[in-house]
Structure formats: C-alpha cells, structure tokens
C-alpha cells in the first residue's frame, strides 16, 4: 500500500493533476472559513458590479486625510473623467476650426486640451453648425474648464434650525487616506452577478455543490455500469442476454432525454442537488456498463482466471480478485469520465430549467443559466460565466491528469 | 502389463462446435480418448487443431457440444460448484504460456497458500502452512525465502513453470493436463522442467496428459501417442509404434518436420 502511493506520487501527471485537484478542495474548505457570508445574499443594488475593490465612500471622509504631492496626479484623474463622446466632440469642432484631422489625437488627454483651449472661441460658427450645436460647444467648454479647476470639493449638511447647507469638511485635490484606515472596504475579486452577489462566494459553494453532484452521479452510474457489467460479462448465457437487453434499451433512448423527462417529473420543489445527481448517475450508466462487460469478456478466457477456476475460488471471489483489479485502471477512468460528464449534464439541465431548484444552493450549471439569461456574454460581463468555465475545465483536467498518472501504478505491467 | 489398470478418465464422441450458422467452427470432432491410471499420454497436432480446446473440454472449464465424459467410469458431473470443486482436486494443469496464468495482483504466497486451502490445509498453523510451501519449492528447486512476498512477474519464465509444478506438488491430482508446458521456454529449462514433471509423477503416481506440437518432446516422455489433425485423432497407439512405424500421411509429415542434427538440412525444400 505505502509503495503504490509511492508510485502514485512519483507519476509528474498525477502529481500536477493532485495539485490542481487539491488547491480546489482546499479552497471550497477554506473560504467559507473565512468569509462566511451565504453564498445566495444579495449584496449589491444593481447589477454586474466589476471585479475591483469596494472602499465605503461615507467612511473615506471620516478617515483622516494626507496631503500627497505625486506627479500627473491632475492629468489622471481630468483624463478618467473626459469620456469617449466629449472627445469625440472635441474632435469634432477642432476639425471644423481647420486643424486636420490627423493632428488630434483624441486619446491624449494633454495634448487634446491643450489644442482646445488655445483655439476654442464661443463665437466661432461653421456652416451647417445650429444654434443648439453652438450651445453645447459651450456647455462642454464649461465642463472642461470646471475639469481643470483646483478648487477643492466642499461636503455639506443640512442644517435642522435653518433648513440650510452647513460646510463641514472640505476635500483638497491632494488629500488621500489610506485604505486600511478605511473601516469598511469590501474586496469583490469576481465582481458581482445578475442579481447583485459576490461571484467568487456563489462560485466556490457552487464548485462544492457541483463537485458534490459530480462524485454521486459518477458514484452511482459507475456502481450500476460494473455491477452489470462483470455480471453479465462472466456469467454470460440468458443473464448476458437480459442485462444487454435492458442495456440496449437504455442505449436507444437518447439519456439527455431520459434525463429530461424524469427531473421534469419530479417537479421543481422536490429536484436537490443530491436528487439531480441520482438522477444523472441513473441515466449514464450504459456505456459504463457495455464497456465492463467487454473488457471482462477477454478477461475470462484468460489463463490466470482459468487457474483461479481450478484452484477452487468461488464465481463472487475470482469477480472480485481476478477480474476488478485488471478492470480497475479502467473503473477508475470512466468514474473520472462519469464525474465530469455529470457535471456537463447538471449544467445542461440547468439552462433548460430543470436543474436543482434555485432558491438553496447554486451550481455551476445554474451559475451559467443565470449568466446567459441575464445575457452577460453580449454585454461583455465576463466575470459572471468566464471563472465558472475555467473551474469546470480545471477539474476535469485535473482529474484526467490524475487517472492517467494512477493507470501507470493500478497496471503493474505498465510500470517502469 | 497383466495386471488391468485403472480407467481414470474417458472421453466418448466429444465434440465441440464454437460460433453459429455460417462461422461454425468444428474445433473437436468426434474424439474418443481413454487414460488409464499412471499412464503419460502425448497428444500431438500442429497449432489449431483443437489440441487445447480438448485439454479444456477435458478439464471441465468448457463444457462440449456432444458426447458424454467418464471420469472413474461414472458420468462425469461438474453442475454445481462444489462438484466442480471436487473435480478439480482430481485433475489439474499446466498452462503454455506462463506469463498470464498468474494473477499480477497476487503475490507467490497467495498462488500457493490457495492449493494449500483446496487440498484442506485453510486451518493449519501458519509454520505448518510454510514448511509446505517450503518443501514444494525446494522440490522444483526454487528457494520459499526468495519468493516470499514476491509478485510472479517478477520472475523468470522458467522459474514460473517451476512454480507452476510446485503447485501442482501441493495438490497431489490424479491427472494432470499439461498444455505445451514448455513451449514457451528456453532449451536450457526445458530439460529441467521436463525432468522435474517426470520426478513429480514418480513421486505422487499420476496420469499426465501431455498436449504438444512437439513429436521430438512426445517420444521422449510418453506411453502413448495420440495424433491429432482437424479436430480428430488420426493415429494413435504407443509411442513407439506411432513415431517408429508412422502410418498415417500428417503423423509422416510432423516427423519430417522435427529439425535432425545429425544430418545436414536439407534447404532445397524450403
């Protein structure tokens, strides 16, 4: 036992697999640990907030300011706030003064205003320019210049004898806090999704309760698939013929659709994750089961079973010793297959509906359902279904490099 | 030869047809085999004339398509498991190919230990249980401390089939079956193997049923040849007779076959 782990560890496929494997379990162990809100709570008031960090507005004017004097401090923050359709604009008169087009460089915050206030004049007009058009140059003239004043950002309260505004604090240009003085900030790696909710929290329950589904389905497709499979591989004759005749049936009807049907039935309030996983293990068993029973079919003719025979074993016992082990290799690979599979089909039940009802826990099936009804790949918001892909993806590799690392130890002729 | 020995295992008008319909293959036709006790019989023919389909129809691991098998002149019945069980204490074999007739999961102890179980040894002490093993290696000549907790794979094709013989030391059958036991083997061990077969069958006074391609190997070691071509015996008798006086045309061109080193080859004919 100690020398086959041993082995196992040595593979560097099984190793790299283990480590991608582990540091996901780690992490859906982990961080609900330490940050235990339930992954379901509404946090935010609109939707697809970006990733980034999340400093309390309120708190920052209580935390105590520092004067910093840093270099393009200015240009940054006029730059942040000169968006694309004022530059356009910008673009737009300057073109109509008679500079050429190809000397603006609208991208370049400086040199942009700089053109702007040497040449802008309100009275200016071009032809075909409106009076409403005259007006908005102006209006946005203002904006500009109201940009590069210095003057600093005045808080005010109300008041309650008077009814008036009362100055209480003023904000420099310059002034600054520092974050941890800040007492609430919120970090949101992954943003939030459709509905206002921390994406990285709903992924990691959700990878849980996915993983979770995965290992059942797997678990009870591939229990059912072996146990008919070496069954009806060894024992042949009329048991052979009525295991494949419930197989070939099962093979015939399309599972997604089986699937379909019976999570359907069920209804919604009675489909748990845990049921869901039942009914996909129920519903993938077939190839499990055709493929054990070949690989059992040339296994039973072979010298080593035949010696098993005549050393007196029992039909359960030479099952057990002299064909699983050959099998197991085999086994291991289509649980592997199984789980991922099961995680694939959870998330094909899921965008139809008829996965796990949505109010306990989230998949990710329903994760990318919520994402692609509420369209977050047209509007650009990958944090909502990129990470939840990449974790999907990563643990079916993980668990492929694991298997091929475990096939070189669990087949002694395959070792080095 | 006044003294009537004892029939121990017969065979009448067994055949065996494998597939359905168009495939049918005839693998053994019509054979009547009779083996009497202490008797060492070859049963030669080239490769797929039905040699080892027979040797298996004969050790109940396949059942025939007709005839009827005797064993002890009654019927043979092998229906249940544990008919099946008190059958094979009676009658054994050696594979051809030594690599996979073990288990790779299981370790020499266990392959051994096993034959010990049949032979109703499960409850004896652990030293009685190891001295046997002990004795049934030293026999083959191959050391029990130096296959302890070893898998078969890690062994020589030789020391296999001398395992193999060691094992069938432990379990004392009345008939052994041995398919091509050396064919696959080196010439250097083959001798061995042979001569340690033949020590083994003057120490427990078994019938051996030998199935081989090799004429060479059957006069060497058997009373009595059968010839096999096509799934039928085409010529039996004593060793001498058939290999000395052949008479049937397939019987000619197996000897003929057999490499002579006397003479210098004949590569006109090749």
């Not at chain 2, 060492?40 to 059942?63: A, F, P, Q, R």
Request: one cysteine or more; a neutral charge.
């Amino acid at each position: 036992m100690k020398h086959t782990l041993q082995q196992i560890f040595r593979s560097p496929n099984f190793v790299v697999g283990f480590s991608i494997f582990a540091v996901i379990i780690l992490t859906v162990l982990i961080y609900p640990m330490l940050i235990p809100d339930p992954p379901l709570k509404i946090i935010a008031q609109g939707t697809f907030f970006e990733p980034g960090i999340y400093v309390n507005t309120y708190d920052t004017f209580s935390a105590p300011a520092y004067t910093l004097k840093l270099e393009g401090a200015d240009s940054k923050r006029i730059a942040s706030k000169l968006n694309d359709e004022d530059r356009l604009a910008m673009q737009k008169w300057l073109v109509g003064f008679g500079i050429p087009e190809n000397e603006i460089d609208i991208q370049n915050t400086e040199a942009l205003l700089d053109l702007w206030n040497t040449n802008f004049d309100p009275s200016k007009r071009f032809q075909g320019m409106t009076n409403a058009d005259r007006n908005y140059y102006i209006r946005l003239n203002n904006s500009v210049q109201g940009l590069l004043s210095t003057a600093p950002a005045i808080i005010a309260a109300t008041d309650e004898t008077t009814g008036g505004l009362v100055e209480t604090d003023r904000v420099q240009q310059s002034d600054y806090i520092n974050v941890s003085q800040v007492s609430n900030v919120r970090i949101l790696p992954l943003g939030t999704d459709n509905f206002g909710r921390d994406v990285l929290t709903e992924l990691v329950a959700a990878t849980r309760v996915s993983l979770m589904i995965g290992f059942v389905a797997g678990f009870v497709a591939t229990l059912i698939g072996l146990v008919l499979g070496l069954v009806s591989g060894y024992v042949g004759g009329w048991v052979d013929d009525g295991i494949m005749f419930i197989t070939n049936i099962f093979t015939v009807i399309p599972s997604f659709v089986l699937l379909i049907l019976i999570s359907f039935s069920i209804g919604q309030d009675k489909r748990g994750a845990f049921t869901i996983a039942t009914v996909i293990g129920f519903t993938s068993w077939v190839w499990t089961a055709r493929a054990v029973r070949s690989q059992v079919i040339s296994l039973r003719n072979r010298d080593h079973v035949n010696l098993s025979k005549l050393s007196g074993h029992s039909i359960f016992y030479i099952i057990v010793n002299d064909i699983l082990p050959y099998i197991a290799s085999y086994v291991v690979m289509a649980f592997i297959l199984q789980i991922s599979s099961g995680i694939l089909a959870e998330a094909g039940l899921s965008i139809l509906g008829l996965g796990p009802r949505t109010t306990e826990v989230p998949t990710l099936g329903l994760m990318m359902n919520w994402a692609m009804i509420y369209q977050a790949h047209i509007l650009g918001k990958w944090w909502a279904y990129f990470p939840v892909i990449i974790t999907i993806a990563l643990i079916a590799f993980s668990m492929n490099l694991m298997n091929t690392g475990m096939d070189q130890v669990f087949n002694p002729a395959l070792r080095d | 030869m006044t003294r009537e020995k004892k029939l121990y295992l017969s065979a009448k008008g067994v055949t065996k047809i494998f597939g359905l319909g168009r495939q049918k293959t005839l693998a053994v036709d019509n054979v009547d085999i009779d083996l009497y006790e202490g008797e060492v019989v070859s049963i030669v023919g080239e490769s797929g004339s039905g040699k080892t389909t027979l040797s298996k129809i004969l050790l109940g691991l396949i059942s025939q398509t007709e005839g009827e098998i005797f064993f002890q002149g009654v019927k043979r019945d092998i229906n249940s498991h544990a008919k099946k069980r008190e059958y094979w204490k009676n009658i054994q074999a050696i594979f051809q190919d030594p690599f996979s007739s073990y288990n790779i999961f299981n370790k020499i102890d266990t392959v051994l230990l096993d034959c010990i179980n049949m032979r109703g040894g499960r409850y004896f002490p652990r030293e009685k249980k190891i001295e046997m093993m002990t004795e049934a290696c030293s026999f083959v000549n191959l050391k029990f401390e130096e296959l302890t907790n070893k898998y078969p794979f890690e062994l020589s094709g030789g020391q296999m089939q001398r395992l193999m013989i060691a094992r069938i030391f432990l379990l004392q059958p009345k008939i052994l079956l041995a398919d091509e036991p050396t064919s696959m083997i080196d010439a250097c061990s083959r001798a061995t193997i042979l001569d340690e077969l033949m020590h083994l069958r003057k120490e427990i006074g078994m019938t051996i049923i030998f199935i081989t391609h090799d004429i060479g190997l059957a006069y060497y070691v058997s009373d009595k040849v059968y010839i096999m071509e096509k799934g039928r015996f085409v010529e039996s008798g004593s060793a001498d007779e058939v290999i000395l006086t052949p008479r049937h045309d397939y019987t000619k061109r197996l000897l003929s076959d057999v490499p002579k080193i006397h003479e210098e080859w004949d590569l006109s004919t090749v």
